[in-house]
């Protein structure tokens, strides 16, 4: 449940944009770190923030369907087709992009990703900002790239803060996430439906609507979000295990902080005993280890171990956010 929308914050965040300032706003998937879409020196801005190179597509949120034209040149029926069913919600289409799309937005490429995001925060805000010409606002994960997403305002703070101190000129504080990871990103940019980013929108989801497959993308896709092999990570090195590998892994003396379900978590604490310094017990439910992915990472990753071990859950479709941000949370840092 968020917190009732606070209409002099949101008026001040817009004002701010429009200055050209960044602000980081919560979304229903994570903190966006927003800069208004049509100023080239606000967004790149953002990057300089985040350090994430120009190369790396941004996402531009949008305050409805009826802004879909603006961005994009071409607008298929299966995007009006998915906006219908997901939009507002954390559904991404890239669509081939509009001339007042800059390529300081696509990285240069000649797509655009769109979102119209539900939160009723940034619903407002977006209202307000968008004006009568569909303004949007571009809003990658306000963190330092290639870290833990934040999904709070107090992730937000400590890693990137506020002026003096920090980068931001502000955060709008909307509540804690109530996804927790990012949007699903499907390419509508070329001949079929792809996914280029698995999200809380599944690809059963997808395919009940297009009554068609919609495959994970290949190497020709478009740049997207969130795709490089290492991202979403800790500075604590990250390891997925299965019961199996307990023994294994209890060789040597360093501590460790465990991420389990309740039975493998027992049999870590018998393997590792007091080298433990935190434990976490999760469910066996996609949806709740999808919520709360991110705030568990931050835990974890503060809580002074040398290693952190997450139990590998499920390879079935069901589960792909997950592991697929596990996965790039656990991969080599020079990936």
């Known amino acids: 449940m968020y917190p009732p929308i606070d209409t002099a914050a949101v008026e001040r965040a817009a004002r701010i944009l429009s200055e050209g300032g960044p602000v980081a706003i919560p979304t229903e998937t994570v903190y966006g770190l927003a800069a208004d879409a049509d100023n080239r020196d606000a967004v790149l801005k953002t990057f300089a923030v985040k350090g994430r190179p120009t190369n790396h597509p941004l996402i531009v949120h949008i305050a409805g369907p009826e802004a879909l034209s603006a961005w994009a040149c071409v607008v298929p029926e299966e995007a009006r087709l998915l906006a219908k069913a997901f939009w507002p919600g954390p559904l991404t289409m890239v669509l081939p992009k509009s001339e007042r799309c800059g390529g300081f937005v696509t990285g240069g490429q000649a797509s655009v990703a769109l979102r119209c995001p539900s939160h009723p925060w940034i619903q407002a805000l977006l209202k307000r900002f968008a004006g009568s010409t569909f303004k949007g606002l571009t809003a990658p994960s306000a963190n330092t790239f290639g870290k833990i997403s934040p999904t709070c305002a107090a992730h937000v703070a400590e890693d990137l803060g506020v ?113 433990i310094v935190l434990e976490l017990v999760m469910s066996r439910e996609e949806a709740d280890w999808q919520h709360s992915l991110y705030e568990n990472l931050h835990r974890l990753d503060k809580s002074g171990a040398a290693r952190l071990l997450i139990e590998q859950p499920p390879q079935t479709p069901e589960w792909a956010a997950v592991n697929d941000r596990l996965g790039r949370a656990a991969a080599a840092k020079d990936a």
């Open 163 to 275: 002026k003096p101190e920090g980068s931001l000129d502000m955060i709008l504080d909307g509540g804690r996430c109530e996804v927790g990871v990012e949007s699903t990103i499907i390419n509508l940019s070329g001949e079929r439906p792809e996914i280029l980013r698995h999200g809380a929108v599944t690809r059963a989801m997808l395919e009940a609507v297009l009554g068609r497959p919609v495959p994970d993308a290949g190497s020709d896709a478009p740049r997207a979000s969130g795709r490089l092999k290492s991202h979403y990570a800790p500075g604590t090195p990250v390891t997925l295990f299965s019961a199996k590998d307990i023994a294994a892994l209890a060789a040597g003396n360093d501590k460790v902080a465990v991420m389990a379900t309740a039975d493998v978590l027992d049999a870590c604490k018998k393997a590792f005993g007091n080298r």
